[in-house]
Nanobody, 132 residues
Framework: QVQLVESGGSLVQAGDSLRLSCAAS????????MGWFRQAPGKEHEFVAH????????IYADSVKGRFTISRDNAKLTVFLQMNSLKPEDTAVYYC?????????????????????????WGQGTQVTVSS
């Protein structure tokens, strides 16, 4: 497994932007697909975005499509989530996760990318709060 540390969460107003970062501890990071999930109080983990190991393929939840962008810098062992036009309903703890059991896998169906069970290394989360 790989250790992941998220950062960048904050309290912002609706319409603002934030950029979350997730730093990995090992160079094997570059072989793993990565996902961002979020969890609001009293709710289950919700899929946000997925990026393939190479960065060539991305998948987004409908609720964030067109507003959020996932990217990665394998040289810096970091995955990012750029969040624009934030809404109060985006308020949650945001987690990054690595799919370490499927290194160098380019073939991800949407159902797998959205499933927390496909990811086995998780960060501690970073709080994003969007006020109206």
């Amino acid at each position: 497994q790989v250790q992941l540390v998220e950062s960048g969460g904050s309290l912002v107003q609706a319409g603002d932007s934030l950029r979350l970062s997730c730093a990995a501890s090992e160079r094997t990071f570059s072989s793993y697909a990565m996902g961002w999930f979020r969890q609001a109080p009293g709710k289950e983990h919700e899929f946000v975005a997925h990026i393939s190991w190479s960065g060539g393929s991305t998948i987004y939840a409908d609720s964030v499509k067109g507003r959020f962008t996932i990217s990665r810098d394998n040289a810096k062992l970091t995955v990012f989530l750029q969040m624009n036009s934030l809404k109060p309903e985006d308020t949650a703890v945001y987690y990054c996760a690595a799919a370490t059991r499927r290194p160098y896998s380019d073939f991800w169906v949407v159902g797998d990318a959205e499933s927390p069970s496909q990811y086995d290394s998780w960060g501690q989360g970073t709080q994003v709060t969007v006020s109206s």
